[in-house]
């Protein structure tokens, strides 16, 4: 019996051994040394040159053969005058060099809402009527809407803004854009609203 035990016991003591060493290796390793974070540099933005940026815009605008574009009041709106008194607070369209445009006037009329559009093809011009939606056409001798240059507007506008502050950037209609505060003369809108708008100078965000 005892032959039996003593190969045994040798085995047993075998394992210890190699299980003691594993430990004891395993024991002494040098623990992995703990990484320190570097630190993530933010890149301080530049400053936005903010006369170039109109500058390049006014240019921009002055090359384009199409556009759309869209002028709100804050507060009230600028009555065109004449015999139906339309009070207009947004104007929005599009405009196709040399003779297309479409442009939709929301307003009041005594105090009701009204949607009016103007169409113009190669010197013929169509106007809706803000009541019954039919369009009429309008000779281009009497088109009360003969000053409306939108395109120059804009490039008069981005030209002269004064007291200019950059607002930061944002979407348009889904679109990128800078956004720009400042003074304008009301003047400048003449070319959306005729001399309607009379004299003096607005706060605009451009």
Request: glycine fraction near 10%.
């Amino acid at each position: 019996m005892k032959r039996h035990l003593r190969p045994l016991t040798n085995v047993l003591m075998l394992a210890l051994a190699a299980f003691a060493l594993v430990a004891i290796g395993a024991c002494s390793s040098s623990p992995t040394p703990t990484q320190t974070p570097s630190p993530t540099l933010t890149p301080t933005p530049e400053p936005v040159d903010v006369l170039a940026l109109l500058a390049a815009s006014a240019d921009q605008m002055a090359r384009l053969q199409s556009f759309t574009f869209r002028v709100t009041h804050n507060t009230g709106g600028t009555d065109l005058g004449g015999d139906i008194g339309i009070v207009i607070e947004e104007i929005s369209g599009t405009v196709a060099r040399p003779d297309k445009m479409r442009v939709q006037m929301l307003g009041k009329v005594r105090g009701l809402a009204v949607d009016l559009e103007v169409i113009s093809v190669a010197g013929e011009t169509y106007v809706s009527n803000p009541f019954t939606g039919t369009w009429s056409s309008v000779g281009a001798s009497i088109n009360p809407f003969a000053f409306f240059d939108p395109q120059g507007g804009i490039v008069d506008i981005m030209a002269t803004v004064e007291g200019a502050a950059y607002l930061g950037d944002g979407t348009l209609e889904g679109e990128p854009v800078h956004i720009i505060s400042g003074s304008i003369s009301a003047q400048l809108l003449s070319s959306f609203l005729g001399e309607a708008v009379g004299t003096g100078t607005l706060e605009a965000d451009v």
